[in-house]
């Protein structure tokens, strides 16, 4: 039976409401959006009795959360966090599967509830780090691609995990799952190179059209991630995965910034759907009996997991605040984690009591993780002096933001017929110059004449974070519209862009509409142009005369 519209209403109503409590006291609205999850679902209030309801809209923001993660990871990228990804990766699995296996085994389990549990607290949630990272702003940093890195790499053992399980639990015999695994490698490889021609042959000219319409590509950039999540999924590797490959394709383009930007609102309120969901979902007559066990197997989780993550980095060179920073990404289990003691459970494999501990150790995990995240920085400052022991005496990597800063003194946003003579007439003048537009002819237009430039939009909030700020001295926008000049000058300063600021208006309300901004200027290119017309024509009758 579907949700009755009045009930996603009630639901969005508590969400806010939770919502805003959670901002009030300074808590993190994850935490706030699973507990009104749970409120909501059918362990509470029943307002969604059935939370598959929800589980398609929760699924659209994952695939859009997925898919902004890949617009981010460029191949590049990719190649240069290859080797640490994997070694953290595939160490935290096998470490925190034997070690959690034998805590398990040493609480009474039988081998069989202990494997289970063992391999449930070893995936990390995806969804939840990356959602974090992004509203942190660091998913561009270090720690935060290597994080991403060891969490693709945790999301193929755990889709291997369940092919495995499932191939086992349909009695398909001992080549089963071999062959299942078979197959679906042989699927993704297919996949890689439909993505590889589209890549090299389609998109870059298909997203040359389209980027004329931002309406459109926002649009085609939605459907392109549901439509490689659909084929993913159908393939058998995972909607997540298909998803993030459809990000990949477009990140060398130069359109990813501005499409990932534009994308952030839908993603964002879809999500919210996904943390609703997961709250629902969470079966809490189970979890009684069980806390005991889940205290001791949540702590694990939250140090011992962290710890191995720095092992490894500072053995490979990394300084311990890149691998503390790194290693809290790992301190929660996983929805897959919930997932998977399901399928134990509808194979019967293991009980509801041990669902309930997986539950309950969820609950624990994500609920404390997500603090340690959001305020990662300040407790490394705390504890910086005894992670020491986890770098060596000459590290090899730094922390920090690898975007190298372009030595440039001006910024021109806006290339239209005034904003391209003016950074053509800079550039003339041998100042280092910046041109930003929306219109990639015009950007291509630019960079054909030697001058660099990029594509974005004065209306982005995100867009300074492309900029180089720290360098230039004069920002200009040659853009006629005051909303997008306001927006402009407000993000600029909100990233602490110092220099100064030339705004543009062509008419008295538009003079009017930016009067009230502080720290700018304004530049009257219709009025100045009319005005030194007037004094050429004076002159000239000057001269007749």
């Not at 995806?126 to 290597?146: M, P, W, Y």
């Not at 991403?148 to 089963?176: H, P, R, T, W, Y």
């Not at 998803?243 to 990949?248: D, I, N, R, S, T």
């Not at 990233?495 to 009017?512: C, E, K, N, S, Y």
Request: net charge negative; with cysteine.
């Amino acid at each position: 039976m579907e949700t009755d519209f009045i009930d996603i209403a009630i639901l969005l109503a508590l969400a806010v409401g939770l919502g805003g409590l959670a901002m009030l006291m300074r808590q993190p609205l994850i935490v706030a959006f699973i507990a009104a999850g749970i409120i909501a679902g059918p362990a509470v209030a029943g307002l969604v009795p059935h939370p598959d309801d929800i589980a398609l809209l929760a699924e659209l923001g994952i695939a859009l959360l997925l898919f902004v993660v890949g617009l981010k990871l460029d191949l590049s990228l990719i190649r240069t966090m290859g080797p640490v990804a994997l070694a953290t990766g595939m160490g935290q699995v096998i470490f925190t599967s034997v070690a959690g296996y034998g805590i398990a085994v040493a609480l009474g389990m039988d081998p069989v509830t202990a494997l289970y549990v063992a391999v449930a607290l070893t995936f990390s949630s995806t969804i939840i780090i990356v959602k974090l990272l992004s509203d942190k702003r660091e998913i561009d940093a270090l720690h935060g691609r290597i994080a991403i890195g060891f969490l693709i790499v945790q999301d193929i053992v755990v889709v291997l995990v369940m092919i495995g399980l499932s191939a086992f639990g349909a009695g398909s015999g001992a080549e089963g799952p071999w062959l299942e695994a078979a197959r679906v490698f042989g699927a993704g490889l297919l996949m890689l190179a439909g993505i590889a021609v589209a890549m090299r042959y389609i998109l870059p000219a298909l997203l040359g059209r389209i980027a004329h319409n931002r309406e459109l590509l926002v649009l085609f950039g939605i459907a392109w991630a549901v439509a490689l999540a659909a084929l993913g999924d159908a393939m058998g590797f995972s909607m997540e995965v298909g998803a993030f490959l459809a990000g990949v394709s477009l990140a060398s383009t130069r359109f990813r910034d501005a499409l990932g930007a534009r994308l952030t609102t839908v993603r964002d309120f879809l999500l919210l759907f996904f943390f609703l969901h997961l709250g629902a979902q969470l079966e809490l007559d189970q979890l009684g009996a069980q806390v005991g066990p889940a205290l001791i197997l949540s702590t694990f989780v939250l140090i011992g997991n962290p710890i191995i993550v720095m092992i490894i980095m500072g053995v490979m060179g990394y300084r311990s605040r890149t691998g503390f920073l790194a290693g809290l990404t790992v301190a929660q289990i996983s929805e897959f984690s919930l997932i998977l003691a399901a399928l134990g459970y509808s194979l019967g494999h293991i009980t509801t009591e041990t669902v309930g501990l997986v539950t309950l150790v969820g609950l624990i995990t994500i609920g404390l993780s997500t603090y340690l995240i959001i305020y990662s920085h300040p407790i490394y400052d705390r504890i910086a002096p005894f992670l020491r022991v986890f770098e060596k005496d000459r590290p090899e990597h730094q922390e920090g933001n690898d975007r190298e800063s372009a030595a440039v003194d001006v910024i021109v946003v806006g290339l239209g017929r005034f904003g391209y003579d003016l950074a053509m007439g800079l550039s003339d003048r041998q100042l280092p110059v910046l041109g930003v537009d929306f219109d990639p002819s015009a950007v291509d237009q630019l960079e054909s004449e030697g001058v660099l430039a990029c594509y974005g939009d004065a209306e982005d909030p995100e867009l300074p974070e492309r900029l180089p700020l720290k360098r230039a001295r004069l920002l200009i926008s040659t853009v006629p519209d005051p909303v997008a000049n306001r927006a402009l000058i407000d993000s600029v300063r909100h990233a602490g862009f110092r220099g100064r600021v030339m705004l543009t208006a062509h008419h008295p309300a538009d003079v009017r509409a930016l009067a009230d901004l502080p720290d700018h200027e304004l530049l009257l290119p219709f009025r100045d142009a009319a005005e030194r017309t007037a004094d050429r024509v004076v002159r000239q009758l000057g001269k007749q005369g």
